[in-house]
Structures are given as structure tokens and as C-alpha cells.
């Protein structure tokens, strides 16, 4: 679980008897399984939880207009898969995926959660205003699946540790679609998730946890997906009972002219048909059978 490729170091973190946690997540089955499973393992230790939601209206008004706002507004990046139709059907595999894997375990682990999500805009996270917001609970973790590029004043105001789960093989693949461009090489070895520091680069900060899932030969893209994040939740948990256990932690620095990052306006429909023709021919089955024979 940890990419030993990489040079390590050892991160101390500050000594505390807090160890308060912020979550903030998308709106997604994964998201919220993810968020329900950090409750369970760490009850009251979770202060908040934000769940991103672009039909929420803005909090947070631009700078000038008597708001706290940073002084220049970031667009988020947009999904643009050429074919809207194929984003459509992308979202519904990906939805159907989820569902399957995570609906009836999300039922019985809200037994064991106190809070609901606080419904907040994307755009909002990256203002002043939910800086402020954030630091009324004082938290020792700031945990994160899903969302922006997080803003240096947010991160660095975090007593212990800013930390984010991505569905990607870092610091091979950044960015967003990182499950998919794996696949689309054909490269299970980097079918991973990866665990690491939240610093302003996509993915880019020291990894604490990385890992492969397992991978049925029947799985769909979409199902692979669903269990990369699975696997990362459950790195994410390990490396915060180790936090707290232990403020000395070993991170592996990522180089940030290794890899790729990717954004989203690079993945289109001839990719997305690209690995539907590989798992349709049953790619995945004869390629899980040649590692194993191998």
C-alpha cells in the first residue's frame, strides 16, 4: 500500500487531543459512502459534513459587492464530453454501478451516522467566506472526495493535516478520468487509489496510501471505478486511525513533472467506445487470466 518508488519522508503532525474532522464530498452514492463510513469509524470526531451540489445557490457573493469572497473568482472545470447524449449514458453506468455496490451498504451504515450533509455550492469552497466557515469547528483533519482545486489559505489553516482520496494511480495519472485512462492503455497496474496531502496541485502532494483494488473479470468500467473508491475510503480511514495514533507519519513525494494530469475536456466519446470494445471482447477477463498464469 505504499509506493515504495518513491522517496519517503517523515511528515510530524502537531500533538493534540482534538482530532476534529471536516468533510466535504460530492452529492454521489460513492460520496456518500465515503462520508458514512468516516462517521462509523469516528463518531463524534466528524464536526461537518459538506456535500457539493451545483444547484445550491452561491453563499459566499464576489469580491466587492460585501462579501468575503477571494478577490478573483475560479470557474470549475465542466465535463465536457463532445456527445451529450454519452455523458448522459457515461453518468447512468457510473449511477447504476454505484447503486449496485454501495445503495444497501449506505441504508445500514446511516445507523451509525449523526450528521446530515450540509448542501453547499462548489464555487463556495473556494472563498474566504467557507475558509471562515471551516475554522469554526477547528478541525485537525480537513478530508475530501470530490470537488476543486482547494485554495492554499484553506489548506494551510488546517491544524493537522489537509487530506484527499483520489480514484487514480498519482503521480501517474492526476487529474479527473483517471480510472478511465488507465483502462484506455490498457494498464491495470494503475487502476489504483491513491490517498495523499491536499496541496493546490491536481493530486499532486505526498502520498500516504496507494492501492490496487480487486478486479472481477465480469466487472463493467463503471464497476471498477466504483471499487477503486471503495479501496480508497478504506486507505483513507487506515491513514487517519494512523494519524491519530501516531503524528509521525511516512509520505512518498510525488515529482511534479512525473505522470500526467488530466482534465476533462481531453476524455470524449471515441475514448469512452474505445474501453466499451475492450471490456465487450472481454479484455479484462483474458488480461486477469495472463497475470495470474504469469
Not at 25 to 37: I, M
Not at 123 to 134: H, N, P, S
Not at 224 to 239: K, N, P, Q, S
Amino acid at each position: 500500500m505504499f509506493p515504495t518508488e518513491l522517496k519517503s519522508k517523515v511528515i510530524t503532525l502537531p500533538e493534540t487531543d482534538d482530532h476534529s474532522i471536516v468533510l466535504v464530498t460530492g452529492n454521489d452514492f460513492r460520496h456518500r459512502r465515503f462520508a458514512y463510513r468516516l462517521q462509523k469509524e469516528f463518531g463524534d470526531l466528524v464536526r461537518v459534513w459538506y456535500e457539493l451540489d451545483k444547484d445550491i445557490p452561491v453563499k459566499y457573493v464576489a469580491a466587492g459587492a460585501g462579501s468575503k469572497q477571494a478577490a478573483k473568482p475560479v470557474e470549475l472545470a465542466k465535463r465536457k464530453i463532445r456527445d451529450e447524449e454519452t455523458a448522459k449514458k457515461l453518468a447512468e453506468s457510473h449511477n447504476k454501478s454505484q447503486a449496485k455496490l454501495f445503495a444497501e451498504e449506505i441504508e445500514d451504515l446511516k445507523a451509525y451516522a449523526s450528521l446530515k450533509p450540509v448542501g453547499i455550492n462548489p464555487k463556495d469552497v473556494l472563498t474566504e467566506g467557507f475558509k471562515d466557515e471551516v475554522l469554526k469547528y477547528n478541525p485537525y483533519f480537513f478530508l475530501t472526495l470530490g470537488g476543486p482545486l482547494y485554495r492554499k489559505p484553506l489548506l494551510e489553516s488546517i491544524r493537522g493535516a489537509a487530506i484527499n482520496q483520489h480514484a487514480g494511480h498519482s503521480p501517474d495519472f492526476k487529474g479527473t478520468n483517471t480510472t478511465e485512462w488507465a483502462l484506455y492503455h490498457r494498464n491495470l497496474f494503475c487502476v489504483s487509489s491513491t490517498v495523499h496531502i491536499t496541496i493546490t496541485g491536481a493530486d499532486a502532494g505526498p502520498i500516504l496510501r496507494r492501492s490496487n483494488p480487486c478486479i472481477f473479470h465480469k466487472d463493467s468500467f463503471t464497476n471498477v471505478f466504483a471499487r477503486i473508491v471503495a479501496l480508497g475510503t478504506e486507505l483513507m480511514i487506515e491513514v487517519v486511525q494512523d494519524i491519530i495514533k501516531d503524528k509521525n507519519i511516512i509520505a512518498f513525494e510525488q515529482s511534479q513533472t512525473a505522470g500526467k494530469t488530466y482534465l476533462d475536456q481531453q476524455f470524449d466519446k471515441e475514448m469512452i467506445e474505445s474501453i466499451e470494445r475492450d471490456f465487450d471482447s472481454n479484455w479484462l477477463e483474458e488480461e486477469l487470466i495472463r497475470q495470474h498464469k504469469f
